[in-house]
């Protein structure tokens, strides 16, 4: 059974910077973050394959995502975080969702780590 374990979710305050890491149990070709507000629809932040990543609007410039293969772990490092970053923060995995942004398109899911930023 496919595991995936965030880790690095805080409360900080906006202008602050954090870093979320997911493990894996396994290798995956693709992997994602998204996130999901309280009331809204889980979104798409950040996705990478072996190398090219690819970023959500509101995130470009601020969010970095990197991947390490031989551990299988993947993190988002967060600068400039935003009120608005405040969510739940999901990565996500697959051997075919070539940096999509649709969540229906992963099948492996962690539980989440929360990330709150105050004013």
């Known amino acids: 059974q496919v595991q995936l374990v965030e880790s690095g979710g805080d409360s900080v305050q906006a202008g602050g910077s954090l870093t979320l890491s997911c493990v894996s149990s396994?290798?995956?070709?693709?992997m994602a973050w998204f996130r999901q507000a309280p009331g809204k629809q889980r979104e798409g932040v950040a996705a990478?394959?072996?190398?090219?990543?690819r970023y959500a609007g509101s995130v470009e410039g601020r969010f970095t995502i990197s991947r390490d293969n031989d551990k299988n772990t993947v993190r988002l490092q967060m600068n400039n975080l935003r009120p608005e970053d405040t969510a739940m923060y999901y990565c996500?995995?697959?051997?075919?969702?070539?940096?999509?942004?649709?969540?229906?398109?992963?099948?492996?899911w962690g539980q989440g780590t929360q990330v709150t930023v105050s004013p």
């Open positions: 996500a995995a697959s051997g075919t969702a070539i940096r999509s942004f649709t969540p229906s398109d992963y099948e492996n």
């Open positions: 396994e290798f995956f070709y693709f």
């Open positions: 990478i394959g072996l190398r090219e990543a």
